[in-house]
């Protein structure tokens, strides 16, 4: 009977499959049974989302296939919904099944966060996996058709966007760009057409250097978006938003990209949450559990400051390596690293052609930008899935 | 002051463009006024609406701007909304505006006959224009994407065509071949989806050769589409269509190709209409109005078996062969040509390579046909825009 030990890795986002691919290459053969599950057969480029959410990029560029990424010889890969997580067991519960394991890595990736708006979860689309931004094209399409049936709806041409964030911000700028094209193959005025981000924080962008942030909201502007900063959302209806200042924007089509909480799962298994999420120890288990990891949007990281850092692909890939190290170390009896996030910079684009961003220290803003955020996610196909990948998804 | 007589054309469909065609070359300099009036600044081939509604041509390649077939030098265009026509005045009124004539054509075009099925208007979509087929596109994508949200909403992916006539056949034979391309573009299992087409007559293609509406089925079949032949629709709903036989199928999109009638202004304005048509005089006159020629849709020509022709593009071609010809010889006081509908051949699409039809006597089907229905659209744009126009926007 194998005696080896079973690594049960949940999610293929940033954090689960680059785990994955470090494994497959550090483990000796026999020396762990690594199964990877995932609720679907593809791995999805979360960071590129918003453009196939405007219509401006295919979805297809946004997702790559777990089995390309894998090598199945080395790691099982359960295309299953994780149900139930039961760590008192070393068992988790999927919709077709029940896996064991020795060591668990869950990086399940997050939900939205409301923040209790009324509302907004039933009304509002999210930015968060192919099926939704699939959803969210279809759907702003569709608004078009509909208003020239109806000429008098020009709520069918509003387009409320809650949260200025990174997703906020960038979808906007794609959703800004794909207007005019969306106007001509409809025959509908671009004066009817108007976007609005809505951001409850002091600022677009929170803690982003205001500098650049202005910069981005200059070129937004220019491209049509109307910035409500400082302002809350108070409920949002069927037919729109109300605001905390009581003015009320009619829309058909509200896309909240406010907020990002943990798996729901979390907190039912029993692990202590905030919102959501499990706040690691230095070496990425759950407090209390040595033997599972959390990464990812499920995890709390704290900087030297005491405050979270904001969940990132950048801070996923930098568990993920952590990770992998540590499920190594753990199995052959070796001395596990602590894990440090290493912020390398950070680049939002704006749409086509612009974006700001700080590499190290360094401010870039405009063209530039933007040639560094292809470069940032160029990276990233090289990391997963090496030339073969870059070639086949990249975008130049 | 000007004493010449004065033409107004409504409608630039197929017997209203033809007509302003053959009159920009009849005529000679200030020998009549002549003013088209259209509700948009584009004419549109309305044999071609089956594709872009399916998905499977974009639109612009179904619609042709009006001046670009037009001498703007010899005709005045008007983009505006008929409203009402005023015989007895010799007045049109427009949406915008008033138009006086001394003689009148009148090609509006038809409108959805719903024999009086409840709901059908409310809940089922048309065939009708650039704007209704980019409408039932949009609607047709967003269920697939509304089906990856809730997955148990079968009705989603059930798509019901009320009407086997060359419509409702031409169109599930485009939905069908569209369908494997959305079932993958949104993974989907296209074993999911369900094409229903429904007709009240004892046959689809009523009044077309047996054996080739045989033919046609099978074809039909093979691609996915269930056939409910002599079966009226009962009612149709929000949820679906309940059938006379007490069936009920549940789905989301309801297209309604099962009738025609004429225009609902012409009965308004006094003329004698059977379901909102004009049965014309041998010289396309409304009768008792010798100013008042009636075109396409919004006519009747009886055949000599003294049955109304279907009306086609090709009954409208020829009457506004004659119709110019008329109004020539009207002005000129030269005799005037009696109508005489002589049948060419009629071919239906039924998707990617196939058709069936009658050409002369000769019955066609396969591959052949759908080279001959790709000349008759060729031939068309031929007669309407010459040369430049085939080559723009023939699809070859």
Same mark, same amino acid.
């Given at each position: ?10 999610? *293929?986002?940033?954090?689960? +499959? ?16 690594? &199964? ?15 453009? %196939? ?5 295919? %979805? ?22 994780? =149900?139930? !997580? ?5 068992? =988790? ?18 939900? %939205? ?31 078009? *058709? ?8 020009? @709520?069918?041409? &509003?387009?409320?966007?809650?949260? $200025? ?15 005019? @094209?969306?106007?001509?193959?409809? @025959? =509908? @005025? ?31 502007? #220019? ?6 900063? /400082? ?54 288990? $759950?407090?209390?559990?040595? #033997? =599972? ?30 990770? $992998?190290?540590?499920?190594? *170390?753990? !199995? ?15 680049? *939002? ?5 612009? /974006?700001?961003? +700080? ?38």
């Amino acid at each position: 009977m194998s005696r080896i030990p079973r690594i049960v890795i949940l999610g *293929a986002g940033y954090g689960g +499959i680059v785990t994955a691919i470090r494994l497959q290459k550090e483990l000796n053969y026999n020396e762990a049974d690594v &199964t990877l599950v995932n609720k679907h057969d593809y791995h999805y480029i979360t960071t590129h989302l918003h453009m %196939p959410a405007a219509g401006t990029d295919n %979805p297809e560029n946004a997702r790559v296939n777990i089995l390309k990424l894998i090598d199945e010889f080395k790691i099982d890969f359960v295309k299953s919904t994780v =149900v139930q !997580i039961r760590p008192q067991e070393k068992k =988790v519960i999927l919709e077709e099944g029940t896996l064991s394991y020795d060591y668990l890595v869950i990086g399940l990736g997050g939900e %939205p966060e409301t923040f209790g708006i009324p509302g907004l979860k039933e009304n509002a689309m999210n930015i968060r996996s192919i099926n939704s931004v699939r959803f969210i094209r279809e759907h702003v399409e569709y608004q078009f *058709a509909k208003f020239k049936r109806e000429p008098s709806r020009t @709520d069918y041409l &509003t387009f409320v966007v809650g949260g $200025a964030g990174f997703t906020g911000i960038e979808f906007v700028g794609e959703l800004a760009d794909r207007i005019p @094209d969306l106007c001509k193959e409809f @025959d =509908v @005025d671009p004066s009817l057409v108007k976007i609005y981000n809505i951001e409850a924080a002091p600022t677009a962008l929170p803690g982003f250097d205001p500098e650049l942030v202005e910069y981005a909201m200059n070129v937004l502007k #220019n491209k049509g978006v109307t910035f409500k900063i /400082a302002t809350a959302i108070k409920e949002c209806t069927p037919d729109g938003v109300v605001l905390a200042t009581g003015e009320e924007i009619k829309s058909a089509t509200v896309i909240w990209t406010g907020g990002i909480r943990g798996n729901h799962m979390l907190e039912e298994a029993g692990f202590e949450t905030m919102r959501g999420r499990i706040k690691v120890d230095d070496t990425l288990h $759950a407090p209390g559990h040595d #033997n =599972v990891y959390v990464l990812g949007d499920c995890s709390i990281v704290m900087s030297p400051e005491g405050r979270p850092y904001p969940p990132t692909a950048q801070i996923s890939m930098q568990q993920a390596d952590v990770c $992998a190290h540590n499920l190594v *170390a753990q !199995i052959r009896g070796s001395e596990l690293n602590k894990f440090e996030y290493k912020p390398k910079g950070t680049v *939002a684009s704006l749409g086509r052609g612009e /974006a700001i961003g +700080i590499v190290g220290s360094k401010k870039i803003k405009g063209g530039a930008a933007a040639v560094m955020k292809k470069l940032i996610d160029l990276r990233y196909l090289y990391i997963i899935g090496g030339i073969p990948l870059v070639l086949k998804k990249g975008r130049f």
